[in-house]
């Protein structure tokens, strides 16, 4: 079985119901003696007793680790008698820089009571980095758009949004292209993303564009079966090469090739199918 072990003094000490009994088992003169002596005058406030056991202390053993740390509470203890020699204590110890004005009583009053709201309108915001894209987030980016009115930030800005339902996208895309100095469809990598529909927007807004095979291909893409079909199944590939079709089938002649591979492909369907279409054919 384990014994309980005798507690210390400094555990007799702290529980003690009668402290100045405790105290009565040092031996006067030591360290230790010291040490609770002062901290003992300091608990229960006998500051200038305290002030005379550390004294004393000092004069004895020195400043210590432990008198060093009574010292820096007897000073504080003793703010509401001597704050001169407290503050002089702090700022010499600890570098403290204690000598800040006191706030006005009437300071309150001068302060806002609420915030200008210019400062926290997020479209406010947006619009002083109007000619600055580069300063907003990707998270906000999307509602500058409307507000660009310059080819070199619609620019920047293109390049970076990477989401289609940005509003008035198709009316930003469409302005850059019909810009004198413009590269074309495809130069921004939102081109292609654009969904159908957006690409069919865009081609009725720029009729030209079906010129431009970046956005032919970009078309073709949106053609391709998605992944849950596969082109090894008949059934799936006649209905993609009659999409193919009728895609091509309104394509200005310099698609000749691609309107050739189509329909070249779609003959020798046919032909495995033992179903030739003349009309085709001669087409």
């Known amino acids: 079985m384990a014994t309980a072990q005798e507690i210390g003094f400094s555990e007799r000490f702290a529980l003690a119901e009668n402290r100045d009994t405790a105290l009565k088992e040092l ?45 820096t509470r007897q000073f504080i203890l003793e703010y509401n008698s001597n704050s001169k020699s407290t503050l002089d204590y702090l700022r010499s110890e600890f570098g403290f820089n204690i000598d800040h004005p006191a706030p006005r009583k009437d300071e309150a009053a001068e302060l806002q009571t609420k915030l200008d709201p210019n400062a926290i309108n997020w479209k406010t915001i947006l619009q002083s980095h109007v000619n600055n894209p580069g300063a907003i987030e990707n998270v906000a980016l999307a509602h500058l758009g409307p507000m660009l009115n310059q080819p070199a930030t619609t620019r920047t800005w293109l390049e970076r949004i990477d989401r289609v339902d940005a509003p008035g996208l198709i009316e930003i895309i469409e302005r850059e292209l019909n810009m004198p ?103």
């Open 27 to 71: 031996i006067p003169g030591t360290d230790t003696y010291f040490y609770y002596h002062c901290l003992h005058c300091q608990t229960i406030g006998k500051i200038a007793e305290a002030r005379g056991h550390l004294e004393a202390w000092i004069a004895k053993f020195g400043l210590n680790e432990q008198a060093k740390r009574i010292q």
């Open 181 to 283: 100095d413009s590269r074309g469809f495809g130069w921004a990598a939102i081109h292609n993303q654009l969904t159908t529909a957006q690409l069919l927007d865009l081609q009725k807004r720029i009729p030209k564009l079906i010129e431009s095979n970046a956005f032919v291909q970009a078309r073709l893409r949106r053609i391709r079966p998605n992944d849950d079909s596969s082109l090894e199944d008949r059934g799936v590939l006649r209905d993609h090469l009659t999409s193919l079709e009728t895609f091509v089938t309104g394509l200005p002649e310099s698609q000749n090739s691609l309107i050739a591979a189509v329909l070249y492909n779609r003959l020798q369907f046919d032909e495995r199918d033992g179903n030739m279409d003349r009309d085709r054919f001669l087409r």
